[in-house]
T-cell receptor
Framework: DAGVIQSPRHEVTEMGQEVTLRCKPISGHDYLFWYRQTMMRGLELLIYFNNNVPIDDSGMPEDRFSAKMPNASFSTLKIQPSEPRDSAVYFC???????????FGPGTRLTVL | AQSVTQLDSQVPVFEEAPVELRCNYSSSVSVYLFWYVQYPNQGLQLLLKYLSGSTLVKGINGFEAEFNKSQTSFHLRKPSVHISDTAEYFCAVRGYGGATNKLIFGTGTLLAVQP
């Protein structure tokens, strides 16, 4: 299995631009999680999905952030408009229903200038 | 709700020395406990986990951890570290028995192994 796939691996953009991060979970995994990692705040859960349905988005920082999962093999995290304080590494993770271990992707390093 | 505290942000150690990375948690319900490792520029990888049963759990790369319910701790240990163990280590907790699927992570401990 290829594991969780994220793209792009690196993204540099200017303040005010729209940013879209992509994630392909492991096939057969029912849960998908989006995390943000910063030096200041550590690893934070932003939102998670179960069977493509958003279950808990309480970690989404503000309305500029949105996430979708149109099908079982694809999810996006969008920031519009982006701000310098959004600079971070964004991780996607997935796990099967009933399992306790999450499998993480390699992350997307976002830099907003 | 659950929380995790990793008091040591960085632990320097010489190669072949023993190491302990500390983790304490807080929870109003029973928990599952995890240690994840993050090598530079990579995602997180599961090192070991405690779900139930024996309080001493063994993981990959020679690491082990002991669950201590009375002290609400789950410290990670290795008797002899290698240069390749240099990485960031995250303790995480997940409550069970309730409607939660969230993993709550600590702030991480950077293990810096020196020759």
């Amino acid at each position: 299995d290829a594991g969780v796939i994220q793209s792009p691996r690196h993204e540099v953009t200017e303040m005010g631009q729209e940013v879209t991060l992509r994630c392909k979970p492991i096939s057969g995994h029912d849960y998908l999680f989006w995390y943000r990692q910063t030096m200041m705040r550590g690893l934070e859960l932003l939102i998670y999905f179960n069977n493509n349905v958003p279950i808990d988005d309480s970690g989404m920082p503000e309305d500029r952030f949105s996430a979708k999962m149109p099908n079982a093999s694809f999810s996006t995290l969008k920031i519009q408009p982006s701000e310098p304080r959004d600079s971070a590494v964004y991780f996607c993770a997935s796990r099967p229903d009933g399992a306790d271990t999450q499998y993480f992707g390699p992350g997307t390093r976002l830099t907003v200038l | 709700a659950q929380s995790v505290t990793q008091l040591d942000s960085q632990v320097p150690v010489f190669e072949e020395a023993p190491v302990e990375l500390r983790c304490n948690y807080s929870s109003s319900v029973s928990v599952y406990l995890f240690w994840y490792v993050q090598y530079p520029n990579q995602g997180l990888q599961l090192l070991l986990k405690y779900l139930s049963g024996s309080t001493l759990v063994k993981g990959i790369n020679g690491f082990e951890a002991e669950f201590n319910k009375s002290q609400t701790s789950f410290h990670l240990r290795k008797p002899s570290v290698h240069i390749s163990d240099t990485a960031e280590y995250f303790c995480a907790v997940r409550g069970y028995g309730g409607a939660t699927n969230k993993l709550i992570f600590g702030t991480g401990t950077l293990l810096a192994v020196q020759p």
